[in-house]
Nanobody
Framework: QVRVVESGGGLVQAGGSLRLSCAAS????????MGWYRQAPGKQRELVAR???????DYADSVKGRFTISRDNGKNTVYLQMNSLKPEDTAVYYC???????????WGQGTQVTVSS
């Protein structure tokens, strides 16, 4: 009933920028929070950035000052602006949405981000 779809990934040179988008669709009346996670080769999935419906944000220490998360609540969409990208940012980036009703969490299928040195 709820689906989450990411877009905007790709191949970029170190120091470059990418902007990821994530849209949640379906019978959604209220989203508590949306966030970005990533999973690098051989690593476990980790939180990158998160934003609540009220606008509060959290960032992983590794991306602070480089990444910015923002939202458009009317469109149930969240964005991740990634600047000064590093090879270690290479990963599959997953979007997560927590729906207020029932406090259920939904995941997208991921979008690949590859940063070359």
């Amino acid at each position: 009933q709820v689906r989450v779809v990411e877009s905007g990934g790709g191949l970029v040179q170190a120091g470059g920028s990418l902007r990821l988008s994530c849209a949640a669709s379906g019978t959604i009346f209220s989203i508590n929070a949306m966030g970005w996670y990533r999973q690098a080769p051989g690593k476990q999935r980790e939180l990158v950035a998160r934003i609540t419906s009220g606008g509060s944000t959290d960032y992983a220490d590794s991306v602070k000052g480089r990444f910015t998360i923002s939202r458009d609540n009317g469109k149930n969409t969240v964005y991740l602006q990634m600047n000064s990208l590093k090879p270690e940012d290479t990963a599959v980036y997953y979007c997560n949405a927590v729906i207020a009703s029932g406090y259920r969490s939904y995941w997208g299928q991921g979008t690949q981000v590859t940063v070359s040195s």
